[in-house]
């Protein structure tokens, strides 16, 4: 089967400890992103990659930070520094250059900071 | 304002309805129009892909795109129960999709 999965489904932090969600695609695709969402809210980009080693901020990447090691990995630490990191995670990937846009979704990672 | 506006419902309809979703943008570069449907505590699912103007029909759902009027669609003919879910509406103006910028979301109840 080809797809992306995040693990855990759900996690849960005490304040001030780093955490870093998992996130695996097999379907070959080039660009990886991390998205967060809030209740009621939309989805917002974190970081993205287009290419192993290699990634850019997207529209709220204080206090977060990722690395693309492997074309299949693509994890998100979620760092003391993150004021309200309590959120669903959203990890998904695309062709980067022939996907028109297409993005595909893992089922997502739930984050609880107490 | 924000680049994607979109109602966020709840929207209320029942079954074998015919439902219709919106959203309005300001981004005049925007070519690449998509639609996801999202499941409570899940990850979201590409519903409907659309480049450029015009519509697009996959079975019961139907995308129409008017760049004209900076205006998207998604028609949900004979809604089911098992269309209840949020519906976000995506864009793109590259081809990589890069920066995918999407509506806040509508959220969907078909009720039998």
């Known amino acids: 089967d080809g797809g992306i999965t995040q693990s855990p489904k759900y996690l849960f932090r005490k304040e001030g400890q780093n955490v870093t969600l998992s996130c695996e695609q097999n379907?070959?695709?080039?660009?990886m992103y991390w998205y967060r969402q809030d209740p009621g809210q939309g989805l917002r980009l974190i970081y993205y990659?287009?290419?192993?080693?290699?990634?850019q901020k997207g529209d709220i990447a204080e206090g977060y930070s990722v690395s693309r090691e492997k074309k299949e990995s693509f994890p998100l630490t979620v760092t003391s520094a993150q004021k309200n990191p309590t959120a669903f995670y959203l990890c998904?990937?695309?062709?980067?250059?022939?996907?028109?846009?297409?993005?595909?979704f893992g089922p997502g990672t739930r984050l609880t900071v107490t | 304002q924000k680049e994607v506006e979109q109602d966020p419902g709840p929207l209320s309809v029942p079954e074998g309805a015919i439902v219709s979703l919106n959203c309005t943008y300001s981004?005049?570069?925007?070519?690449?129009f998509m639609w996801y449907r999202q499941y409570s505590r899940k990850g979201p699912e590409l519903l409907m892909y659309?480049?450029?103007?015009g519509n697009k029909e996959d079975g019961r759902f139907t995308a129409q795109v008017d760049k004209s009027s900076k205006y998207i669609s998604l028609f949900i003919r004979d809604s089911q129960p098992s269309d209840s879910a949020t519906y976000l509406c995506?864009?793109?103006?590259?081809?990589?999709?890069?920066?995918?910028?999407f509506g806040g979301g509508t959220r969907l109840m078909v009720k039998p």
């Open positions: 998904a990937s695309s062709m980067a250059l022939r996907g028109g846009g297409k993005q595909y």
């Open positions: 379907l070959n695709h080039d660009a």
């Open positions: 990659s287009q290419i192993v080693n290699d990634f």
């Open positions: 981004n005049s570069a925007f070519q690449y």
């Open positions: 659309t480049y450029s103007s």
């Open positions: 995506a864009m793109s103006a590259d081809n990589a999709g890069n920066m995918l910028t």
